[in-house]
T-cell receptor, first 113, second 115 residues
Framework: EPEVTQTPSHQVTQMGQEVILRCVPI?????FYWYRQILGQKVEFLVS????????KSEIFDDQFSVERPDGSNFTLKIRSTKLEDSAMYFC???????????FGPGTRLTVL | DQQVKQNSPSLSVQEGRISILNCDYT??????FLWYKKYPAEGPTFLIS?????DKNEDGRFTVFLNKSAKHLSLHIVPSQPGDSAVYFC??????????????FGTGTRLTIIP
């Protein structure tokens, strides 16, 4: 069964450093998303991406964040200068569109020290 | 901003009985609702969905009921099995130009099935 994959599973970084979280969505999907879940809180939407551009972003997704689909398979989330409060599980998701459900990856745990 | 609420953080049910998980929403623009199941160290896994034109959707042991006037939905699992023990998230979206809009999640309910 096709699945969304994410690397790395765990990333530890120092405050102020740049991190890139990587995702490989399901191959025939067209819509891509990043969500995050801070420990003990709910899953929150960050950004959606379609046709090589951002479709919607939340207020969390400020200038420190960017997304890219550098080739036909990868979808990345970059945080330019990490803050302590960026520590969370980051989930990538993809969808075929319409009322298709979003399929989630296993997540990357980001720890900012 | 609690547009989607799951007021029960936890629920314990005997194996074989019915599990009922509840979810309330406040945004009347939501027209598509989903339930996801999540195990520790894994991403959410889609379970079942319902669009606002329906009031019930069934898939095997899982049934979702939608009461639009009350802005309430529920997930029924019958019979409950030990493998159903997980955190269940209610999620909602509103149709838009994009075609597949962002999901707004509730805080989750931890379901424990007692053998």
């Amino acid at each position: 069964e096709p699945e969304v994959t994410q690397t790395p599973s765990h990333q530890v970084t120092q405050m102020g450093q740049e991190v890139i979280l990587r995702c490989v969505p399901i191959s025939n999907h067209l819509y891509f998303y990043w969500y995050r879940q801070i420990l003990g809180q709910k899953v929150e939407f960050l950004v959606s991406f379609y046709n090589n551009e951002i479709s919607e972003k939340s207020e969390i997704f400020d200038d420190q964040f960017s997304v890219e689909r550098p080739d036909g398979s990868n979808f990345t989330l970059k945080i330019r200068s990490t803050k302590l409060e960026d520590s969370a599980m980051y989930f990538c998701a993809s969808s075929g569109g319409g009322f298709d459900e979003q399929f989630f990856g296993p997540g990357t745990r980001l720890t900012v020290l | 901003d609690q547009q989607v609420k799951q007021n029960s953080p936890s629920l314990s049910v005997q194996e074989g009985r019915i599990s009922i998980l509840n979810c309330d929403y406040t945004n009347s623009m939501f027209d598509y609702f989903l339930w996801y199941k999540k195990y520790p160290a894994e991403g959410p896994t889609f379970l079942i969905s319902i669009s606002s034109i329906k009031d019930k959707n069934e898939d095997g042991r899982f049934t979702v009921f939608l009461n639009k006037s009350a802005k309430h939905l529920s997930l029924h699992i019958v019979p409950s099995q030990p493998g159903d023990s997980a955190v269940y998230f209610c999620a909602a979206s509103a149709s838009g130009d994009f075609g597949n809009e962002k999901l707004t999640f509730g805080t989750g309910t931890r379901l424990t099935i007692i053998p």
